[in-house]
C-alpha cells in the first residue's frame, strides 16, 4: 500500500487555522470571564446561562471548524465563512456605535474580515476541494 500524496498546505489555510482557533478560544475566555467577573447582570440568571452556552458552543465550533480546515476538509469552508460574516457585521456595527465596545470590535473585525478574505483565495480553494486521486497500483 502506498501513501496517498497530498499538495503541500498552502500557507493561508494555516493563519486560517489560527484565526479561527483564536478566536474560538477567546469567546470562550470571554465568556467565562464575563459571567465570572461581571457585577452587573443586565439578564436574569436564566438568560446569563443561556448566553454563556451559546458563547461556549459559538468557541468550540470555531475551534472544531479551525481543525477541520486545517486537517483539509472542504465541508468545514462554508460555515467558517459564514460564522466570520456574522462576525465582521456584528464587529462592524459595534464599530459603528463607538465607546469602549469600538476597541473590542475592532479586534473582532480585523482577524475575521482576513480569514473571510483567506477562505476565498484560490490557494485555499483549490487546496480544499482536492481530493487525492488513489495510486492505479493499488486497484
Not at 499538495?7 to 494555516?14: H, K, M, Q
Not at 465596545?101 to 483567506?118: V, Y
Amino acid at each position: 500500500m502506498s501513501e496517498i500524496s497530498r499538495p503541500r498546505r498552502p500557507l493561508s489555510v494555516l493563519f486560517v487555522y489560527l484565526i479561527l482557533f483564536l478566536q474560538g478560544g477567546f469567546i470562550i475566555l470571554g465568556a467565562v470571564a464575563e459571567v465570572v467577573v461581571s457585577e452587573a447582570a443586565v439578564l436574569d440568571t436564566a438568560g446569563v446561562i443561556a448566553l454563556l452556552v451559546l458563547m461556549l458552543l459559538t468557541g468550540a465550533i470555531l475551534i472544531l471548524l479551525g481543525f477541520q480546515v486545517f486537517r483539509g476538509s472542504a465541508a468545514a469552508r462554508t460555515p467558517a465563512m459564514v460564522l466570520e460574516l456574522m462576525i465582521v457585521i456584528l464587529s462592524a456595527s459595534l464599530l459603528v456605535g463607538g465607546g469602549l465596545n469600538a476597541g473590542f470590535a475592532a479586534l473582532g473585525l480585523l482577524p475575521a474580515a482576513a480569514a473571510l478574505i483567506l477562505l476565498f483565495i484560490r490557494p485555499t480553494q483549490q487546496w480544499l476541494d482536492e481530493t487525492p486521486e488513489p495510486d492505479p497500483k493499488d486497484a
